[in-house]
């Protein structure tokens, strides 16, 4: 039985175009909870090429400047600074207009430092938690960047060092991408 069912798992991976040697490279770190902030900071701060993120929640708190949030939106201004490729995508719904208000108010900062924020399409939910950095490393999971996300909630994701996973990512943050626009539209703001 175990025969036929990894039988049947390389079938469907030969089929969707998986390779063995193509992962093969992979390095995987599982990052928890409060493990995530260190990890992601390290890698935003190294970052040499590009950073390409689709995040669905991402907050500013001006109040408090030395947050989580703080200092990632610290990071990408430094990357962007350094010559880095930064990208963010941010969810925009109309049943979520509170998340896309909120996306809104962190996207206008980062455009205000030259970085390039895109929405993507109203009739589609961006759910994903994606950083690339440097088409070599993937960060993916649960961990929105929001200070529950970050400081309180129990959460799981994964940084995994591998040009062929960071190559397959890329793909669906530039099907994403392609797809986006770089403002709200009109009627989803308050009037």
């Known amino acids: 039985m175990r025969t036929r069912i990894l039988t049947v798992f390389f079938i469907l991976g030969v089929a969707i175009g998986w390779s063995q040697t ?12 409060r493990e995530y902030m260190p990890a992601l900071h390290e890698v935003l701060q ?3 090429k590009s950073i390409h993120i689709a995040m669905f929640t991402f907050r500013y708190y001006p109040n408090y400047p030395n947050d989580a949030n703080s200092v990632i939106i610290g ?6 600074k350094r010559g880095v490729d930064v990208k963010v995508i941010l969810d925009c719904s109309e049943w979520n207009r509170s998340n896309t208000l909120q996306n809104k108010m962190v996207g206008d900062s980062l455009k205000k430092v030259g970085i390039e924020v895109y929405y993507d399409p109203v009739d ?7 950083i690339i950095v440097d088409d070599s490393i993937t960060i993916v999971g649960s961990h929105n960047w929001s200070f529950y996300a970050l400081e309180r909630n129990n959460e799981a994701s994964v940084m995994i060092v591998s040009p062929g996973v960071a190559r397959q990512y890329e793909e669906h943050f530039q099907d994403i991408l ?3 626009t770089r403002e709200v539209p009109a009627y989803l703001l308050p009037q």
């Open 46 to 48: 190294n970052a040499k």
């Open 124 to 130: 589609v939910t961006t759910h994903d938690k994606l």
């Open 178 to 180: 392609r797809l986006s």
């Open 22 to 33: 193509e992962f093969a490279d992979a390095k995987v770190k599982p990052i928890y909870n």
């Open 75 to 80: 990071d990408l201004i430094a990357a962007k």
